[in-house]
């Protein structure tokens, strides 16, 4: 089944990543990275929890779970978007919101890096998470990227095992 007819269900987690073309870089520097974060922030925050997430120079991974219908719906209609079928539609939200998040970041990072055309691999991928543990095993996966390149983890800022320490030393 094409990736592009699979819809992010309300209430489910999934594994969302994609990567540079050829695998080039799409973070150049740190002013890069915060930009994404924001953007992400601007166009997911509504419509989805983040439970992990890890930005690499040439990739990125996010283990989201998308919000409850009620919770999308009231998105949409905040929006004055919603329509009971196609583009704007409940079952398309989510990923709608996410070729937005990825479309105003290329548009930027072309912008600023004088460049053109597509930075990312289309269509962004996206793994269903069917199991408390897969769950578990994704975002132990997505935290130990970082390490695979060498990378400092207790040092390196863009990704979510800083942030779950963090919260851990508050319990």
């Known amino acids: 089944m094409d990736i592009r007819l699979q819809n992010l ?8 990543y994609n990567r540079g073309i050829n695998g080039n870089e799409i973070f150049k520097d740190q002013e890069n990275f915060m930009f994404f974060i924001k953007q992400f ?6 419509v989805c929890e ?4 890890c930005l690499m120079p040439n990739h990125f991974h ?4 998308v919000k409850s219908e009620k919770e999308l719906l009231l998105s949409l209609s905040d929006k004055n978007e919603y329509k009971k079928h196609g583009l704007h539609s409940v ?5 709608k919101q996410i070729s937005r998040f990825i479309s105003s970041y290329t548009q930027s990072y072309n912008k600023v890096h004088k460049r053109h055309g597509a930075l990312f691999e289309s269509p962004f991928k996206r793994k269903k998470i069917d199991s408390i543990e897969y769950l578990r095993n994704v975002i132990i996966y997505v935290n130990q ?10 040092i390196y800022k863009f990704y979510s095992y800083t942030t779950i320490l963090s919260l851990s030393k508050r319990i």
């Open 91 to 95: 079952q398309n939200l989510v990923s």
């Open 9 to 16: 269900e309300p209430d489910c987690f999934y594994h969302i």
């Open 50 to 53: 983040v439970y992990s997430y």
């Open 41 to 46: 922030i601007k166009y997911m925050i509504d």
């Open 62 to 65: 996010f283990v989201i779970k």
């Open 145 to 154: 990227n970082p390490t695979d390149i060498n990378l400092d983890f207790k």
